[in-house]
Nanobody
Framework: QVQLVESGGGLVQAGGSLRLSCAAS????????MTWFRQTPGKEREFVSG????????TYADAVKGRFTMSRDNAKNTVDLQMNNLKPEDTAVYYC????????????????????WGQGTQVTVSS
């Protein structure tokens, strides 16, 4: 049974930082692309950042470029999202998601492409 478990969310003031983690189990982690999405009430889930199975060439949404950094540890089956200089508009529930990828394919940005999801972790940024 595949499980993705996010942690690290919370309440932070604008300009602050948070580090989200996602622990995966029940899958061969090293052959899955991993991606972070976020969602606010009444809106569709939106792409935040994605990593290839090797961890190279991360991709970021324009809204978070230069502030967020995604990384993965294939030995520990984890992915992290370091979020710096947080803004109120970053407030959302953050989800990690997994999709089987070939070795040279980048993570996709469409949430409908993803097979497995975590339960989400709330990030709230106060102004």
């Amino acid at each position: 049974q595949v499980q993705l478990v996010e942690s690290g969310g919370g309440l932070v003031q604008a300009g602050g930082s948070l580090r989200l983690s996602c622990a995966a189990s029940g899958l061969t982690f090293s052959v899955y692309g991993m991606t972070w999405f976020r969602q606010t009430p009444g809106k569709e889930r939106e792409f935040v950042s994605g990593l290839r199975r090797s961890g190279s060439t991360p991709t970021y949404a324009d809204a978070v470029k230069g502030r967020f950094t995604m990384s993965r540890d294939n030995a520990k089956n984890t992915v992290d999202l370091q979020m710096n200089n947080l803004k109120p508009e970053d407030t959302a529930v953050y989800y990690c998601a997994a999709k089987y990828l070939s070795a040279t394919t980048s993570a996709t940005t469409n949430p409908r492409d993803y097979s497995y999801w975590g339960q989400g972790t709330q990030v709230t940024v106060s102004s």
